[in-house]
Structures are given as structure tokens and as C-alpha cells.
Nanobody, 124 residues
Framework: QVQLVESGGGLVQAGGSLRLSCAASGRTFSNYAMGWFRQAPGKEREFVAAISWGGSRIYYADSVKGRFTISRDNAKNMRYLQMNSLKPEDTAVYYC?????????????????WGQGTQVTVSS
């Protein structure tokens, strides 16, 4: 079992930055691929970014490419999502997810463990 806890969300003006963190506990975290997803009000949850167990494979949604950076620190059991140049359309609840495989996918149904989410609100 893997437990995930997100933090770092908040209210920020458009153009600002936030860094989300995902703390993991439980099984050997370093063997898991990790992803970030988000869900805006009235919309389905969507893929944001994902990273393989060793960091060699990284994927981003087109909507965040060039603005968001995903990273991991296996020694600390932490994952991060650095979000720059934030836009009002980035407003959503952001979820950290872990996949019981070393390699990530873009699909939420491939992920086995989820955090409770952290709210990100970007004002215009």
C-alpha cells in the first residue's frame, strides 16, 4: 500500500508560480511511476504530467508544456510539480498518483494510488 499526501496549493495571481509537493509512504516508492492530474469544477479529471521511477521518462499535457516541471526525489520519497506562468484555466484540484510500474502513462485508470488533492486557484 502507498499513501500519498499533496501540499502546496493555494491562491495565486495569473502569471505567478506554485510548487506542489507529494509525500509518499508505504511501499518502496522509488519503483513507482508518478503522475499529476487535475480536475476543474464541472470537468473530468485530466492528465497534467508524469515521471518514470528513475526520472528518464517525463510526459506533459500540451496545455502545461513549457510552464510546468515534474520532478522526484526518491531519497526523500517526494514528488514535485513546479508550476510557472499560471493561468486562470489552471484552476483545479490537483492530485498526485502512483502507478505500480516503473513507467508512467497518461491515463488515470493506470494509476493505483491517489492522494486527496490540493486546491490551486489562479485569479485573473
Amino acid at each position: 500500500q502507498v499513501q500519498l499526501v499533496e501540499s502546496g496549493g493555494g491562491l495565486v495571481q495569473a502569471g505567478g508560480s506554485l510548487r506542489l509537493s507529494c509525500a509518499a509512504s508505504g511501499r518502496t516508492f522509488s519503483n513507482y511511476a508518478m503522475g499529476w492530474f487535475r480536475q476543474a469544477p464541472g470537468k473530468e479529471r485530466e492528465f497534467v504530467a508524469a515521471i518514470s521511477w528513475g526520472g528518464s521518462r517525463i510526459y506533459y499535457a500540451d496545455s502545461v508544456k513549457g510552464r510546468f516541471t515534474i520532478s522526484r526525489d526518491n531519497a526523500k520519497n517526494m514528488r514535485y510539480l513546479q508550476m510557472n506562468s499560471l493561468k486562470p484555466e489552471d484552476t483545479a484540484v490537483y492530485y498526485c498518483a502512483a502507478r505500480g510500474s516503473r513507467y508512467p502513462t497518461l491515463y488515470e485508470y493506470d494509476y493505483d494510488y491517489w492522494g486527496q488533492g490540493t486546491q490551486v486557484t489562479v485569479s485573473s
